[in-house]
Antibody, heavy 122, light 107 residues
Framework: EVQLVDSAGGVVKPGGSLRLSCVGSGFTFSTYGFAWVRQAPGKGLEWVSLISSSTDYIYYADSVKGRFTISRDNAKNSLYLQMNSLRAEDTAVYYC???????????????WGLGTLVTVSS | EIVMTQSPATLSVSPGERATLSCTASQSVRTNLAWYQQRPGQAPRLLIHGASTRATGIPARFSGSGSETEFTLTISGLQSEDFAVYYCQQYKSWPRTFGQGTKLEIK
């Protein structure tokens, strides 16, 4: 069974940093691209970042470019999101999601984690 | 950035009836369009990819159509578990983008 398990989020002060992680199981982690998608309270989905299977390709939304860094460790079946210079508007549930077929151009998300809440507040 | 616009924002339909949800892209995405369902307190679930291909395990009452800039998600014979929020997403250009969602509520 495919599973994506997000780490716990937390409360961070504006300007602070936080690292999210997501562990995959039930499939060959190293062959898939992964993404982070967030959802502010009561709002819609926002695509944040995506990383290819081999880390050759990385993309970011303009809203987080220069502040967030996506990475992965295939040996640990893990995806990460390092979030720096956090702002109140970064408050959201953050989901990790598996990209079905990045190399084939079909990087829609076929599996999602349960999400983790990040709150940026003083 | 491609802007995805969904309409209506809220749709009220009776159980057993048909719901039609729309998604418009600001520029062509060909058929690189997915639909997701999100129930309250849950993660999104993939319904449709390639504009019209149902994902594994998705009932036949869900159907998608369209290409280029205009897309439709149709749900026939609405069941109680279908009342949720639906999002479209393009995967043609970077950054990928979602529509703002359509809330399907019970009439």
């Amino acid at each position: 069974e495919v599973q994506l398990v997000d780490s716990a989020g937390g409360v961070v002060k504006p300007g602070g940093s936080l690292r999210l992680s997501c562990v995959g199981s039930g499939f060959t982690f190293s062959t898939y691209g992964f993404a982070w998608v967030r959802q502010a309270p009561g709002k819609g989905l926002e695509w944040v970042s995506l990383i290819s299977s081999s880390t050759d390709y990385i993309y970011y939304a303009d809203s987080v470019k220069g502040r967030f860094t996506i990475s992965r460790d295939n040996a640990k079946n893990s995806l990460y999101l390092q979030m720096n210079s956090l702002r109140a508007e970064d408050t959201a549930v953050y989901y990790c999601a598996r990209a079905y077929d990045f190399w084939g151009g079909s990087d829609y998300f076929d599996y999602w984690g349960l999400g983790t809440l990040v709150t940026v507040s003083s | 950035e491609i802007v995805m616009t969904q309409s209506p924002a809220t749709l009220s339909v009776s159980p057993g009836e048909r719901a039609t949800l729309s998604c418009t892209a600001s520029q062509s995405v060909r058929t690189n369009l997915a639909w997701y369902q999100q129930r309250p307190g849950q993660a999104p679930r993939l319904l449709i990819h390639g504009a019209s291909t149902r994902a594994t395990g998705i009932p036949a009452r869900f159907s998608g159509s369209g290409s280029e800039t205009e897309f439709t998600l149709t749900i026939s014979g609405l069941q109680s578990e279908d009342f949720a929020v639906y999002y479209c997403q393009q995967y043609k250009s970077w950054p990928r983008t979602f529509g703002q969602g359509t809330k399907l509520e019970i009439k």
